[in-house]
């Protein structure tokens, strides 16, 4: 179990990854977003509340990072497909695979409040109220949020069945 903060924050660095593919939809600007944050979190982690949870805290470092970095650009990078969807083609089956992939396409087709509050709270699994935190929004918004992602999730992928 790691006990020291820079410990801590190498475990954490998966799960930053993965939420920084969601905000960024793109591996490339996940890993730079990745690398800002623990950056940041390293150089100020004398602003970190005591009691405050790390993941919650670097959740929310990675996401006003990626608005700082949508705000310089100016406008947004279309990805239509991730580049890295075929990475595990021969490790799992072909349907599990087939699975991940409508998955991530119906992910990137949520809008953007919808996708992050998904990825937050049923990928992540932060709490509710962690992650309310991290958006900056009230517990309601947040499961209003995370309510309409499931269902426009569950719509895209019953349509993309039905026509298979």
Same mark, same amino acid.
């Given at each position: 179990?790691?006990?020291t903060?820079h410990?801590?924050?190498?475990a954490?660095?998966?799960?930053l990854?993965r939420?920084?593919?969601?905000?960024?939809?793109?591996?490339?600007?996940?890993?730079d977003?990745?690398?800002i944050?623990?950056e940041? +979190?390293i150089?100020?982690?004398?602003q970190?509340?005591?009691?405050?949870?790390l993941?919650?805290?670097?959740?929310?470092?990675?996401?006003n990072?990626?608005?700082?970095?949508?705000r310089?650009? $100016?406008?947004?990078d279309?990805?239509f497909v991730d580049?890295?969807?075929?990475?595990?083609v021969g490790?799992e089956?072909?349907?599990?695979?087939?699975?991940?992939?409508?998955?991530?396409?119906?992910?990137?087709r949520l809008?953007?409040?919808?996708?992050?509050a998904?990825?937050?709270?049923l990928?992540e699994?932060?709490?509710?109220?962690?992650?309310? +935190?991290?958006?900056?929004?009230?517990? $309601?918004?947040?499961?209003?949020?995370? +309510?309409r992602?499931?269902?426009?999730?569950?719509?895209?992928?019953?349509?993309?069945g039905?026509? +298979?």
């Amino acid at each position: 179990m790691p006990h020291t903060f820079h410990e801590e924050l190498v475990a954490l660095l998966p799960r930053l990854r993965r939420f920084a593919r969601n905000l960024t939809r793109s591996p490339h600007d996940a890993d730079d977003l990745v690398q800002i944050a623990v950056e940041r +979190a390293i150089t100020r982690a004398d602003q970190r509340q005591p009691d405050q949870r790390l993941d919650g805290w670097m959740f929310k470092i990675v996401r006003n990072a990626w608005i700082d970095e949508m705000r310089s650009r $100016g406008r947004r990078d279309k990805i239509f497909v991730d580049s890295e969807a075929g990475e595990h083609v021969g490790i799992e089956t072909i349907e599990r695979q087939t699975t991940l992939m409508s998955v991530q396409a119906a992910m990137l087709r949520l809008p953007d409040d919808q996708r992050i509050a998904v990825s937050l709270v049923l990928i992540e699994g932060l709490p509710y109220k962690e992650a309310a +935190a991290v958006l900056e929004v009230p517990i $309601g918004t947040l499961t209003s949020r995370l +309510a309409r992602g499931r269902e426009t999730l569950q719509a895209l992928l019953s349509d993309e069945g039905d026509t +298979a």
